[in-house]
């Protein structure tokens, strides 16, 4: 995510990790697998990604997740 951030930093200002111990969040975001990945803009999910992931496949679904937005606000 580092990585992905300072390649492309006006599509992920800023990320945080949030403990399997935080029970509020983990209820509020329905999340049962560890680790999850979630990419939000309010309270939007815009993407999520549940379980080990390779780096590859994060960065594929990021990359997938930014151009489906671009490609909307062209519309």
Same mark, same amino acid.
């Given at each position: 995510? &580092?990585? =992905?951030?300072?390649?492309?930093?006006?599509?992920?200002?800023? =990320?945080?990790?949030?403990?399997?111990?935080?029970?509020?969040?983990?209820?509020?975001?329905?999340?049962?697998? =560890?680790?999850?990945?979630?990419? &939000?803009?309010?309270?939007?999910?815009?993407?999520?990604?549940?379980?080990?992931?390779?780096?590859?496949?994060?960065?594929?679904?990021?990359?997938?997740?930014?151009?489906?937005?671009?490609?909307?606000?062209?519309?």
């Amino acid at each position: 995510l &580092l990585e =992905f951030q300072t390649n492309h930093p006006e599509q992920l200002s800023s =990320f945080y990790v949030i403990e399997a111990e935080d029970k509020d969040k983990v209820k509020q975001y329905d999340i049962e697998t =560890f680790p999850t990945m979630l990419i &939000l803009s309010g309270e939007h999910i815009h993407l999520r990604l549940e379980g080990p992931q390779r780096k590859d496949n994060i960065i594929s679904n990021l990359t997938n997740m930014i151009n489906t937005q671009k490609n909307q606000l062209e519309l």
